[in-house]
């Protein structure tokens, strides 16, 4: 168990919908990451956050956006979905949020979205 | 550009032989970092081993070893005497020193056969 919290753990849902997957990073991390694995892409970063700031952007698409709350728990919401949002969604969470190292990052159980 | 190559997509061998699976990584930046991590079937991802970009030394852990070569830009890794439970895809990753992103490979399907 690596202290990171993913909900929900499956979801099902039709194109065009919205839905938002939750993160809670390990006690006493600041930096949360959110990365997508689909068949098509593989593993892929999406976004980092720290402290409730942006951090950096990966291949994130624009109908996706991510926050970090003040309690350090991160939110990932994606709209207008489409068949190819299907993937498994991972969050990751670290110490710190520079290069350096303490950059190592805590994988959570991830979620599966499912898009009909 | 930073990359990392995993030329296996699926390998198979019998419980307890040796295997190998290379992986081969590009960047610009001279401190990075070098990951493998295990996704069995229920699909989480275990993390493995973590490598600085100025420790060349390999390392062994129980039935796994890696050897970490820079001047040929790899990162393999070994599994010794195999087993059932070896089986599943193993992803190489690439950090560099100038963000946290981790950039993983395509992934290495492994399946051990009894």
């Known amino acids: 168990d690596s202290g990171v919290t993913q909900t929900p753990k499956h979801l099902i849902t039709a194109t065009g919908q919205r839905v938002t997957l939750r993160c809670s990073p390990r006690s006493g991390d600041l930096s949360v990451y959110w990365y997508q694995q689909s068949l098509d892409q593989g593993l892929q970063f999406l976004i980092q956050y720290y402290n409730g700031e942006e951090r950096a952007k990966g291949n994130i698409l624009e109908r996706f956006s991510a926050q970090q709350f003040p309690d350090l728990h991160s939110e990932l919401n994606l709209s207008s979905l489409e068949l190819g949002d299907s993937a498994l969604y991972f969050c990751?969470?670290?110490?710190?949020?520079?290069?350096?190292?303490?950059?190592?990052?805590?994988f959570g159980p991830g979620t599966r979205l499912t898009v009909l | 550009a930073q990359k990392v190559t995993q030329a296996q997509t699926e390998i198979s061998v019998v419980e307890k032989e040796d295997v190998t699976l290379d992986c081969v990584y590009e960047?610009?930046?001279?401190?990075?970092?070098l990951f493998w991590y295990k996704q069995p079937p229920s699909g989480e991802l275990v993390f493995l081993i973590r490598?600085?970009?100025?420790?060349?030394q390999n390392e062994i852990s129980g039935r796994y070893s890696w050897n970490f070569q820079k001047s040929t830009s790899s990162f393999n890794f070994t599994i010794t005497a195999s087993q059932v439970v070896d089986s599943a895809v193993y992803f190489c990753a690439l950090s560099e020193d100038r963000d946290d992103k981790i950039i993983f490979g395509k992934g290495t399907r492994l399946h051990i056969l009894p």
């Open positions: 490598r600085n970009s100025f420790d060349e």
């Open positions: 990751a969470s670290s110490v710190v949020g520079t290069s350096g190292i303490n950059n190592e990052q805590f």
């Open positions: 960047t610009r930046d001279t401190t990075y970092y």
